[in-house]
């Protein structure tokens, strides 16, 4: 089952232009990690941030984490043509045993215009 | 250093049959978790396998097995094929078991039930 919703659903917008978005998630957490797909290939990690953080950047990718408000948000800074891609977070959440189990959410279709 | 390899990378067989899928984690990751992407159902975890044991098991049927060498190297097996069992199975491998470690994915294999 998803562990929750991603907002929007799709996003299309000019290059250069930045994009957000947004992730909520139903459980406690130990982490939460943001993917790219391009075209139904294999998931690319962008970035984790640990339920004790608020805040991580990497590159051009800023994604902060409310843990209060069980969500999320991923923000592409200056965005490509080549950020064309779906994004999903995904959660990896407290469970007995502390095996990995990562609960992904529906994805966010981002389209970078030329 | 070698990502997540997986093989074959596209495979079409027809229902009732079975099909093995093989998945070589990144030189050292010891757990191997398996998932599968469908339009409709998005990313679901079938399973994780560390040190040669399933550790845990997502919600689906025992047709879908799989198991861990000593190397890590990891196989899932499906058998009597459904249509529905057409997806994009996707393997991820992490160093530890333990949290706050990213998991990073192989390219997929495309499974095709006919």
């Known amino acids: 089952s998803q562990q929750g919703e991603e907002d929007p659903q799709a996003l299309s917008i000019q290059e250069g232009e930045n994009a957000t978005m947004n992730c909520s998630y139903k459980?406690?957490?130990?982490?939460l990690q943001w993917y790219r797909q391009n075209s139904g290939r294999g998931l690319v990690h962008l970035i984790l941030?640990?339920?004790?953080?608020r805040e991580k950047h990497s590159g051009r990718l800023r994604v902060t984490l409310d843990t209060s408000k069980k969500s999320s948000s991923l923000l592409i800074t200056a965005s490509r043509a080549a950020d064309t891609a779906s994004y999903f977070c995904a959660t990896d959440a407290l469970a007995s045993g502390s095996a990995r189990q990562l609960t992904f959410g529906s994805g966010t279709q981002l389209t970078v215009l030329p | 250093k070698a990502g997540v390899t997986q093989t074959p990378r596209y495979l079409i067989k027809t229902r009732g049959q079975q099909v093995t899928l093989s998945c070589s984690p990144i030189s050292g990751h010891r757990s191997v978790s398996w998932y599968q992407q469908t339009p409709g159902q998005g990313l679901q975890f079938l399973f994780e396998?560390?040190?040669?044991?399933?550790?845990n098991k997502g919600n689906f049927p025992g047709r879908f097995s799989g198991r861990q060498f000593s190397n890590s190297r990891s196989e899932m097996n499906v058998s009597t094929l459904e249509l529905g069992d057409s997806a994009l199975y996707l393997c991820?491998?992490?160093?530890?078991?333990?949290?706050?470690?990213?998991?990073?994915f192989g390219q997929g294999t495309r499974l095709t039930v006919v």
């Open positions: 991820a491998s992490s160093l530890y078991r333990n949290m706050n470690t990213e998991a990073f």
């Open positions: 941030i640990r339920s004790n953080e």
């Open positions: 459980t406690s957490i130990n982490n």
């Open positions: 396998y560390f040190s040669e044991t399933q550790r």
